[in-house]
């Protein structure tokens, strides 16, 4: 009796997310090329991968774009989009193959495969500059907060997304003059004062915004503590590892 009811439990779990969806495709912008995605492998332009929000990583799509009939197979390694009535984003290469480029996001209809199904051999029409080793910490950090997004958003239901959050703000210019641990980067502000809450709440520490630009991109990064000296700074850092495991050492006292 006790296999047979995990048996039918596995069973409703797989058939639980419908095999067919409607809604909206985007595609990759340029900066992800190089970065890795939330199932830890790097997205590529010229790979037919995609990201959606709660499909296994590894399962095929086919994905038809309703305006032309064209279809691509790709597999799911990533989460996304996070953006109201978009279901799939695709990488480059598939998105211009299914002529989406232009448009920007195109209605589609998803399937779910077989997942011995051959994925689509799409070539990218061209490729952008990967990310360099120098910001590799700063990509981890993204790839991060992409792969906590997903889970809060797969974690959310839909009468509950509607939910308000409200938050008393007490903003100050800053000069900085202190080593800190910075947790996070973000290339939106979406979900930045919700996680400066959550730090300042569970650590009791001071926690900074920091405004700066990265090859033409907005970043905010969030910097938690404030100590006079490094050592301070890395026994804070040690506390951080199991839930933070990307974040790192800034010193602010050295001005560029």
Known sequence: MKAFFIGLLLIVSQVGFSQTQTGKASFYADKFEGRPTASGEIYEHNLATAAHRKLPFGTKVKVTNLENNKTAIVKINDRGPFIRGRIIDLSRSIANALDIIKSGATEVRIEVL???????????????????????????QLAQVRKESAENFKNTTKDDSEEKESYELIVDEVTPNFYGVQIASFSESDNLIR????????????????????????????????????????GFKTNLQDKYPGSFIVDMTVKN
Request: zero cysteines; hydrophobic letters at 35%.
């Open 114 to 140: 077989d997942k011995n199904a051959s994925v689509s051999n799409k070539k990218a029409e061209y490729v952008a500059t990967p990310a360099t080793n120098n910001k590799k910490k700063q990509v981890e």
């Open 195 to 234: 996680l400066a809450y959550k730090l300042k709440a569970s650590y009791k520490s001071k926690v900074l915004v920091q405004v700066k630009t990265v090859d033409q991109t907005k970043l905010y990064t969030v910097i938690l503590g404030q100590f006079d000296n490094r050592k301070a700074a890395e």
